[in-house]
Protein backbone atom coordinates (compact mmCIF):
# COMPACT_ATOMS: atom_id res chain seq x y z
CA UNK A 1 0.00 0.00 0.00
CA UNK A 2 1.37 3.39 -0.93
CA UNK A 3 1.78 5.90 1.03
CA UNK A 4 1.85 9.68 0.71
CA UNK A 5 4.23 12.42 1.91
CA UNK A 6 1.69 14.43 3.04
CA UNK A 7 0.00 14.14 6.77
CA UNK A 8 -4.02 13.91 6.97
CA UNK A 9 -4.76 16.68 9.51
CA UNK A 10 -8.34 17.29 10.67
CA UNK A 11 -10.00 20.20 8.72
CA UNK A 12 -10.84 23.34 11.18
CA UNK A 13 -14.42 23.47 9.23
CA UNK A 14 -16.38 20.85 10.94
CA UNK A 15 -19.32 19.99 13.26
CA UNK A 16 -18.28 20.23 16.80
CA UNK A 17 -18.58 16.75 18.64
CA UNK A 18 -21.93 17.71 20.39
CA UNK A 19 -23.61 18.58 17.29
CA UNK A 20 -22.22 15.22 15.32
CA UNK A 21 -23.94 13.30 18.11
CA UNK A 22 -26.93 15.28 17.56
CA UNK A 23 -27.40 14.69 13.96
CA UNK A 24 -26.79 11.02 14.34
CA UNK A 25 -29.10 9.98 17.28
CA UNK A 26 -32.41 10.29 15.59
CA UNK A 27 -30.76 8.49 12.68
CA UNK A 28 -29.76 5.69 14.92
CA UNK A 29 -33.33 6.06 17.24
CA UNK A 30 -34.81 5.33 13.77
CA UNK A 31 -33.81 1.85 13.13
CA UNK A 32 -33.77 1.06 17.14
CA UNK A 33 -36.69 -0.69 19.02
CA UNK A 34 -35.34 0.20 22.23
CA UNK A 35 -34.31 3.77 23.11
CA UNK A 36 -30.59 4.46 21.93
CA UNK A 37 -27.94 5.61 24.25
CA UNK A 38 -24.50 7.14 22.75
CA UNK A 39 -21.25 5.16 23.27
CA UNK A 40 -18.61 6.71 21.57
CA UNK A 41 -17.49 9.08 18.63
CA UNK A 42 -14.41 9.61 16.46
CA UNK A 43 -13.36 11.76 13.50
CA UNK A 44 -11.50 9.77 10.86
CA UNK A 45 -12.10 10.15 6.95
CA UNK A 46 -14.75 7.84 5.27
CA UNK A 47 -11.93 4.51 4.60
CA UNK A 48 -11.24 4.25 8.21
CA UNK A 49 -14.54 3.17 9.06
CA UNK A 50 -16.43 2.22 6.30
CA UNK A 51 -14.97 -1.62 6.16
CA UNK A 52 -14.17 -1.45 2.48
CA UNK A 53 -18.15 0.23 1.62
CA UNK A 54 -17.69 2.58 -1.73
CA UNK A 55 -21.01 4.98 -0.29
CA UNK A 56 -18.47 8.25 -0.86
CA UNK A 57 -14.94 8.88 -1.59
CA UNK A 58 -12.49 7.29 1.04
CA UNK A 59 -10.56 10.32 1.85
CA UNK A 60 -14.39 12.44 2.64
CA UNK A 61 -14.03 13.56 6.26
CA UNK A 62 -16.69 12.04 8.17
CA UNK A 63 -17.90 11.77 11.92
CA UNK A 64 -18.66 7.86 13.44
CA UNK A 65 -20.77 7.33 16.27
CA UNK A 66 -21.52 4.31 18.07
CA UNK A 67 -25.01 4.23 19.88
CA UNK A 68 -26.04 1.44 22.06
CA UNK A 69 -29.61 0.32 21.13
CA UNK A 70 -31.67 -2.97 20.07
CA UNK A 71 -31.63 -3.66 16.35
CA UNK A 72 -33.47 -6.57 14.40
CA UNK A 73 -31.84 -8.21 11.89
CA UNK A 74 -33.78 -8.66 8.67
CA UNK A 75 -32.47 -12.10 6.41
CA UNK A 76 -31.75 -15.83 6.96
CA UNK A 77 -33.40 -18.55 5.82
CA UNK A 78 -37.10 -18.62 6.08
CA UNK A 79 -38.67 -18.69 9.42
CA UNK A 80 -35.57 -18.58 11.41
CA UNK A 81 -35.36 -15.10 13.42
CA UNK A 82 -32.06 -13.94 13.67
CA UNK A 83 -30.25 -12.57 16.78
CA UNK A 84 -30.90 -8.89 17.39
CA UNK A 85 -27.75 -6.53 17.76
CA UNK A 86 -27.17 -3.95 20.59
CA UNK A 87 -25.03 -1.59 18.19
CA UNK A 88 -24.64 0.71 15.38
CA UNK A 89 -21.85 2.78 13.59
CA UNK A 90 -23.40 5.87 12.13
CA UNK A 91 -21.71 7.34 9.64
CA UNK A 92 -21.67 11.47 9.19
CA UNK A 93 -19.96 13.89 6.90
CA UNK A 94 -18.21 16.26 9.12
CA UNK A 95 -18.72 19.10 7.56
CA UNK A 96 -22.56 19.12 6.78
CA UNK A 97 -24.04 16.03 9.18
CA UNK A 98 -25.51 14.99 5.78
CA UNK A 99 -26.01 11.35 6.70
CA UNK A 100 -23.92 8.87 4.59
CA UNK A 101 -24.28 5.40 6.46
CA UNK A 102 -25.26 3.15 9.30
CA UNK A 103 -23.90 -0.42 10.08
CA UNK A 104 -25.91 -2.54 12.77
CA UNK A 105 -23.31 -4.22 14.26
CA UNK A 106 -21.25 -1.39 14.61
CA UNK A 107 -18.08 -2.85 13.13
CA UNK A 108 -15.86 0.08 15.01
CA UNK A 109 -14.90 -0.84 18.57
CA UNK A 110 -14.43 2.39 20.10
CA UNK A 111 -11.59 3.56 22.29
CA UNK A 112 -12.68 4.19 25.81
Known amino acids: MACSGV ?10 SERATEMAQPIAQS ?4 PVEFMSQKTGQYRDF ?5 AVPGDRWVWAVVFDGT ?9 VRL ?6 LVIID ?12 SPYTPDY
Open 71 to 79: FHQEGGPPG
Open 7 to 16: ANSLPADGLT
Open 50 to 54: SGGGL
Open 31 to 34: ISST
Open 94 to 105: YRTGDFIEASVP
Open 83 to 88: HDQYSV
